[in-house]
């Protein structure tokens, strides 16, 4: 899912460090402090050395060194001044992730502009490195639940398997937040009226996020791309706010330019009812006068 939580990757990332635990895979039963090391497994596609991003970091170096294209007598011809980035899904994130490692001086361009359909920032359905009140012990069932949601861990699950990894526990009480959370998710706290935030119940440990180079105030924010982060209403394999969290950092930075997007309902991915609204977006940043293709 969301997640990045390929079974293979999982069995590659953990090798023959995988025990099992009753109904739940653990890690030599409590996962502190030894499984540390280990906390990648939740998030393998998350983080700098996954394969998706190694692939784009030589793809992006062999083109801007204006290297033979593989295969073929002929050089890479891009300009990287005219891009945008979009995903959907785990691509969001790694739309995401893309701007981060430009901010960090990999050799990802600086696009123009991005879109995220279905996804937002890489730092969406992180496990908290701090135990909370209420939360298993175990960091394997506590982190599980915080990378895949309900969808893995709640008993005869869609995948055929058994791994729950017990009742949840807050925030995935919340209906809001079956899929996983993403930070600032303390904001919503019903669930009959989900989407509307109260700025009093956010705790103090739990602030919006996009990427680190700017949420640390290296960059600052009139330096972040644009960005469009579109969603379904009650999307059906995200948490829910995820789009309107992206996008309140961006409205209430100084600099920050972004828009946010509903577009279908209970789906996941993209609407045909967003397409104009997306294209439109992407053409006001790509070309040189914009052009309104409604």
């Known amino acids: ?55 784009l970091k030589n793809l992006f170096s062999s083109i801007r060194n204006k290297d033979k294209i593989p295969g073929m007598n002929a050089t890479w011809n891009l300009d990287f001044d005219t891009m945008a980035y979009m995903g959907v899904s785990v691509g969001a994130h790694m739309v995401s992730r893309a701007l981060q490692l430009g ?26 490195k701090t135990l909370s009140p209420g939360e298993p012990v175990d960091d394997f069932k506590r982190c599980s639940w915080y990378a895949n949601g309900f969808q893995i861990n709640r008993s005869n699950n ?16 919340k209906q809001q937040n079956r ?13 009959s009226t989900w989407w509307q935030i109260d700025p009093t119940e956010q705790s ?23 960005v469009l982060a579109v969603q379904p209403w009650e999307d059906s394999f995200a948490y829910w706010s995820m789009a309107q969290n992206y996008y309140e950092v961006l409205a209430r930075q100084e600099g920050g330019r972004g828009c946010r ?18 294209l439109n977006f992407i053409l006001a940043h790509l070309a040189t006068s914009f052009v309104d293709v409604v």
């Not at 995220?116 to 992180?126: E, L, N």
């Not at 899929?179 to 669930?191: A, K, Q, R």
Request: hydrophobic share 25%; net charge negative.
């Open 158 to 173: 869609s995948l055929g398997t058994n791994n729950s990894c017990g009742t949840s526990f807050p925030p995935f009480n």
């Open 204 to 226: 103090a440990s739990d602030p919006l996020l996009t990427e680190a180079a700017w949420d640390s105030c290296v960059k600052p924010f009139h330096e972040h791309p644009p």
């Open 1 to 55: 899912n969301d997640t990045y939580d390929s079974r293979e990757c999982n069995d590659f990332e953990l090798g023959t460090k995988i025990h099992g635990e009753g109904k739940c895979q653990s890690c030599l039963h409590d996962a502190r402090p030894v499984c540390m090391p280990l906390r990648h497994w939740f998030t393998c596609g998350n983080w700098d050395g996954a394969w998706d991003v190694q692939m």
């Open 179 to 191: 899929w996983g959370v993403c930070p600032g998710h303390t904001l919503y706290p019903n669930s």
């Open 261 to 278: 997007m509903y577009a279908g309902e209970k789906i996941h991915g993209p609407d045909s009812r967003g397409n104009n609204g997306t």
């Open 103 to 128: 901010a960090q001086g990999m050799p990802f361009p600086v696009p123009r502009c991005g879109v995220m359909i279905s996804g937002a920032s890489y730092q969406c359905y992180s496990c908290p």
